[in-house]
């Protein structure tokens, strides 16, 4: 019979507390991990809103178009649609529109050709509404004007 030789280090059992202990760590690496993705999606940026301010901005210009349009006075109908035309173009464009003359508003149009509708608009509306004896086509003007307004990028 062969000789048998007694192990010299005899398998360990390990208690159950251990077994308590490791399911525990573990738990609370999956809390610390799961914690860590809910930080991290929460300090994302969120996805910027589309901006619709021309749009806003234009819808007003235009309901003030068409109360322009309604006064009784045709030339002073005539300014006031200028007048709305030009601000509307002043502000979506962060320029001076509502500011500028007609041969202001020509030479700028060389610069930033979207003025070319406008100035063209503004200066046919100068004589129209200014001349004593002029008698504005306020319905040919406000269509003009909301075409202007409609058509600006």
Do not use: K, N
Request: charged letters at 20%.
């Amino acid at each position: 019979m062969p000789l048998e030789i007694p192990p010299i280090h005899p398998v360990v059992d390990y208690p159950p507390h251990w077994w308590a202990l490791v399911a525990a760590c573990a738990l609370a690496a999956l809390l610390v991990l799961a914690l860590g993705i809910l930080r991290w999606r929460a300090l994302r940026p969120a996805p910027i809103a589309a901006d619709t301010s021309l749009d806003r901005l234009r819808t007003a210009a235009l309901g003030q178009l068409r109360d322009d349009a309604a006064h009784d006075d045709p030339q002073a109908a005539c300014r006031a649609m200028s007048r709305t035309v030009r601000r509307f173009v002043g502000t979506a464009s962060d320029g001076d529109a509502d500011y500028s003359s007609p041969a202001q508003l020509r030479a700028a149009a060389r610069i930033d050709p979207r003025l070319g509708p406008v100035a063209a608009l503004v200066t046919d509306m100068q004589e129209a509404c200014f001349a004593p004896s002029a008698s504005p086509d306020v319905g040919a003007f406000g269509a003009r004007s909301e075409e202007v307004v409609a058509s600006w990028r």
